[in-house]
């Protein structure tokens, strides 16, 4: 006789813990952690929405209610996907104002 599995995981992607510092993303047997401090977006906003995480594809996670999209790759490895802004240093000209 043969057993059957016991069920089938409801989600391929679960969100397991949130601290003050980060939370903790459950990836099929891999458990990945974001910091706020590389991952701002989700710093200041409800635990709902950081819990509310869909898997598109293999490597693309997607937090629908913070217009969120990630590569598996960019958790994995955050230090080759910096957040750069880039700020023009030349003042900008107004139309209508005289300088």
């Known amino acids: 006789m043969t057993s059957a599995a016991l069920g089938i995981p409801i989600s391929p992607v679960e969100v397991t813990n949130i601290s003050q510092h980060g939370f903790w993303l459950l990836l099929g047997d891999e458990e990945l952690f974001l910091p706020f401090t590389e991952f701002p977006w989700f710093r200041d906003v409800a635990v709902g929405k950081i819990l ?9 996670l997607y937090w629908p209610e913070l217009d969120v999209d990630l590569t598996v790759e960019s958790i994995r490895h955050p230090e080759q996907f910096p957040l750069v802004s880039k700020v023009s240093a030349q003042p900008i000209h107004q ?3 005289k300088r």
């Open 52 to 60: 509310h995480v869909e898997l598109p594809s293999l490597n693309h």
């Open 95 to 97: 139309p209508g104002r």
